[in-house]
């Protein structure tokens, strides 16, 4: 069964993120969806942005490299390095935000499949709590402070760990 | 301890979110609060030191009662990476539901033509 939740689960004090959401969608699908530039661009960031992806070298010891751009001109670069050979049964890379350099995580992409479709899991490690916590903070929350005002369900997601 | 680490530490337990999740309603007594756990008073009572040392919650007396009051500003500190986090995903994947619907409603039409 498919269900279009984004689950997004974040123990407080750990350096860790899981990220996993199903997609009616085969696996195959999914892949060529992370590893093709040109789909990847169709997707990947907020609409307002736009999407250049500079370097794609889906192979072992790869770079890669993409940039979200705003409409004030802006740009948000993250890039890194395929480590081991990107294939349906899932694909180990770095990431950097260039606006933090140094920050360095470690993402794990895993495509399951399931009934109806694919389940797509990304493990991320980064290299300390504050890490894990400041990336976000440190460069894109411009324009995403509305979502302070749902401070109800913020707490009610902490409620319970995975949510 | 900074003030963001204490935060942090407070919300690591299940007892204590669960108890900020109730202050969103409004505020709470030590009774009202223990109430859907198999917990003693001091238990609970230790769990409100623990967030209000965080700056998480107020507490007042009004009357006999000790009411607990959840101070929102911490907490929007420590929980505003996860908010950015979540929705910067959120777009993202429902984009690529698009995507992918699009994807396969465009081989759908190929596999067709191809069997004519």
């Not at chain 1, 899981?18 to 060529?32: G, N």
């Not at chain 1, 948000?76 to 950097?96: A, K, L, M």
């Not at chain 2, 209000?52 to 007042?60: F, K, N, Q, Y």
């Not at chain 2, 910067?88 to 081989?107: G, H």
């Amino acid at each position: 069964m498919v269900t279009a939740d984004t689950k997004v689960t974040a123990e407080p004090g750990t350096p860790f993120i899981e990220i996993t959401r199903d997609f009616a969608a085969p696996v195959e699908l999914l892949y060529r969806a992370h590893t093709e530039p040109d789909l990847l661009a169709r997707w990947l960031g907020p609409r307002k942005y736009t999407m250049v992806v500079e370097r794609y070298e889906v192979r072992d010891g790869g770079v890669y490299r993409y940039v979200h751009r705003g409409a004030d001109g802006v740009e948000h670069g993250f890039r890194g390095v395929f480590h081991g050979t990107p294939s349906v049964g899932g694909i180990t890379q770095t990431f950097e935000y260039e606006g933090w350099p140094g920050h360095v995580a470690l993402e794990t992409l895993h495509f399951e499949p399931i009934e109806g479709g694919t389940r797509l899991r990304i493990r991320s490690v980064h290299q300390s709590v504050e890490d894990r916590d400041g990336m976000v903070s440190s460069g894109m929350e411009d324009g995403v402070r509305e979502g302070y005002e749902r401070l109800d369900a913020v707490v009610a997601g902490l409620a319970t760990p995975t949510h | 301890m900074d003030q963001l680490s204490s935060v942090f530490g407070a919300l690591s337990d299940p007892t204590r979110r669960a108890i900020l999740a109730r202050l969103t309603e409004g505020d709470a007594s030590v009774a009202e609060l223990r109430a859907p756990f198999a917990v003693s008073q001091p238990a609970i009572s230790k769990h409100l030191k623990v967030l209000e040392r965080a700056g998480l919650i107020s507490r007042t007396r009004r009357a006999t009662a000790r009411l607990s009051h959840l101070e929102a500003e911490p907490l929007r500190e420590a929980t505003a990476w996860l908010v950015r986090y979540r929705e910067y995903w959120e777009e993202s994947f429902s984009r690529l539901d698009d995507l992918l619907a699009a994807l396969q409603e465009a081989r759908a039409t190929t596999r067709e033509e191809g069997g004519r």
